[in-house]
């Protein structure tokens, strides 16, 4: 793959893994400069990449390993995010919809979002992987060096974690 | 009162919460897209930590404090000529500005060793752009650590008034050598010619990023000054750029930054870039590779996985059906996949079965106008 390539990805592939380092991050700031350094990452192992196999999945290794990288380094200092900072502002759900409904959606969406930053990263990471960055299994399972059937056991922990989560803040699932 | 949520909307809500639904600024991209060009241009890596005897770099370390101690950095000029020799000579000339000022800051001490023009040269040489200033800085860390070439910083001039962000080295035709001697990393850039602007206040910014950090420093709007953000969690360094004002060519300056994110200069020649290409205009310009059609069916995560071989390489997807069809209408998926010969197309009959096939282009970009 070549530098122009990677301009392609950026192009085909950004949002996605924009979104994914955005989950990740838990901060716009911070997305942008783990979603930079990705891509500075992927120009110098561009030459490794095979753009006919599936270069997002390449690049969301390279962003899950920075990473993981950042939260070693900062681990013991690391607050726990307050609520009001969840969304940015951001919409969640679709503007077509009714306005009560669309706040209900907005505030499970958030709840949610909150409950997966509790995640232990070994779990949070195929929950992103799969839902945001639409990895298959297998995909994930090459990328964490673990079996699919690993992958398929954390991501069904993770979402039994957030159900219950889900439940302990008055939902019934 | 419980909300219930069913299994079903469970998972919906998974998928709405954690959609790929955010984007990138076009700002960063931009920096990306730009960085990526210079990259493939002039970027040129001289790695020469690999060739320091074990046994020297050994003695490097023994004696740090006292190499500290004495501030000793390699001249400007000895390091253009371990990157650029024919540009060493510019940094001896009477009008090299040999700066030599050091700060510390954050556990890191920088130095600005000096300044040129590569007008400055007598004689052209191929090597040197008489258009463009290079200059050199020495990063090195306070205790003494040897510096890694793996780390990333960033190093470029900025000037009073004009937005940090959009005008730096990434977008003034910039690029870089590097090398480590002594544990000290050594950088000479260049970018386009920035005495056209010395009756500004220009300045050289250095930081512990890859790319030019937002949040590193700030532009006095009224004034145009730019100073370094106090909170910033990094390196950001801001040298003042002693520059000759009578250098300055304020006509030229304008004519330049008009330029600069003007791309209606490039020709009348269209190129073709990604987000133009429809799956339509790929289904018309080039042809479907019949047996590559299959239909898709979701796995037990509603996941839809394709591949097929095509002259030797394997191309595969997985994607979910809202991803392929946001909206839920039959027809073509807008979403594709490119190769280098070809592309992936989806489609949706009126009974929701899903299709994929591989349509080929030849040459993709040129098969699209």
Known sequence: ?173 | MKHKLSQEQFEELLRGTFAPDKSPSPEINHTLFTWLEEKELYRMEHKFVGKIPVLAAAFCLLLTVSVFASWHFLSASSVAEQSIPELSAAFEQEDATKVNAVRTQKGYIVSLLGLTSGAALENETDAVDKNSTYAVVAIGKEDGTPMNMDDSYFASPLIQGLTPWQYNIASMGGGYSQFIENGILYRLFNCDDIEIFADRKLYLCVTDTPFYPTEAFHMDEATGLITEAKDFDGLNILFDLPLDPAKADPERAKQYVDSLWNDSDDGDEEIPSLPEMTAEEILKKGTVVESSRKVLTPDKDGMLSYSFSSKGSEMSETASEEFLFPDGAEGLSPTFSLSDNGAILYEKAKDGTITAFFVELGNSLEAID
């Open chain 1, 1 to 173: 793959m070549t530098y122009e390539d990677l301009h392609d990805v950026v192009l085909l592939h950004g949002k996605s893994i924009y979104s994914f380092c955005r989950h990740l991050t838990e901060n716009a700031a911070d997305a942008d400069d783990l979603y930079q350094e990705t891509f500075l990452k992927a120009a110098e192992l561009c030459h490794k990449i095979n753009k006919s196999q599936n270069p997002r999945a390449f690049l969301i290794r390279i962003a899950a390993g920075l990473w993981r990288n950042s939260i070693r380094k900062e681990a013991g200092r690391r607050k726990i995010l307050p609520f009001s900072s969840l969304s940015d502002g951001e919409e969640a759900v679709s503007p077509e919809q009714p306005p009560e409904t669309a706040l209900l959606q907005r505030e499970e969406s958030e709840l949610l979002s909150l409950c997966a930053k509790r995640l232990k990263p070994k779990l949070r990471l195929p929950l992103y992987m799969y839902y945001t960055a639409e990895l298959s299994l297998s995909e994930i399972a090459s990328i964490l060096h673990v079996p699919v059937g690993t992958v398929k056991s954390r991501l069904w922990r993770a979402k039994q974690e957030l159900k219950h989560d889900l439940e302990v803040h008055g939902y019934e699932t």
